[in-house]
């Protein structure tokens, strides 16, 4: 729902089945309020439009075979986090990035493209300075430091909370608590404007789970990415 108030985004589904909107790299966000209409949503979709990624968000376990076996799916957990009683001193750690860091950003979000994204990389890459640019006016790229090992960007904002995504931390620089330290430190911005953090992982991402759920993310549902089969 807050995907459809956001100008960045583009609603093409809005019935009694499903919400949808169109984003970036022809991804389609996707909610279906209910899972046994899941079959007839994704088949009027793919009718209608092509070459997509579906990113599902539910409550529920996907379990129809006919989908499965029509689908390259990848599940991720989708966490919530909400105000805490901040105490760590983590919560003093990091702050948000400016102009002379968009380089070494650039750098970085390159190497998570590759480790981490498996549709569309190459257009992924293209004009990151204009990207980074953006974001840091808007004070949506949060980093550890300045020699920057770790990034956390916020997604989407909308009134009570946020989304964020592309967390990385440089490969040398793992297993050394950064990543905590980094994330402590924006969820304490968050805490001090009122706002509630959403954010996904994948299922199989044992360490990054881990870390959530310790700093008082709780997950609510799943998140599907989906890939037609050819």
Sequence with gaps: LGRVKSPE????????KAIGCLGDYRELFLHI?????????????????NNIRIIL????????????????ISTEIFFIWEEQNLKSNNYDYGYFAREE??????????????EEIGWMKSERKLELRQFYERK??????????????????IKSQYAN???IGGIFTKKSMRG?????????????????????????????????????????FVPIGNVYYMTKRE
């Design 101 to 114: 860091n968009i380089n070494e950003l650039i750098e970085l979000e390159k190497s998570y493209i590759d």
């Design 33 to 49: 309020y209910d899972s046994q209409d899941i079959e007839e949503v994704l088949s009027n979709i793919t009718e209608k439009m």
């Design 176 to 216: 050394k608590g950064i990543a905590t330290k980094c994330l402590s430190g924006f969820l304490r911005c968050a805490s001090e404007k009122g706002l509630k953090i959403v954010l996904n992982t994948r299922i199989n991402n044992l360490q990054a789970n881990k870390l959530y759920k310790s700093l008082g």
């Design 136 to 153: 840091i006016q808007k004070h949506y790229v949060y980093i550890n430091g300045e020699d920057i090992s770790c990034k956390i960007e």
């Design 9 to 16: 985004f583009q609603t093409v589904i809005n019935n009694e």
């Design 57 to 72: 968000f539910s409550e529920n376990d996907i379990d129809n075979t006919n989908i499965i076996d029509e689908y390259v």
């Design 161 to 163: 909370y946020e989304e």
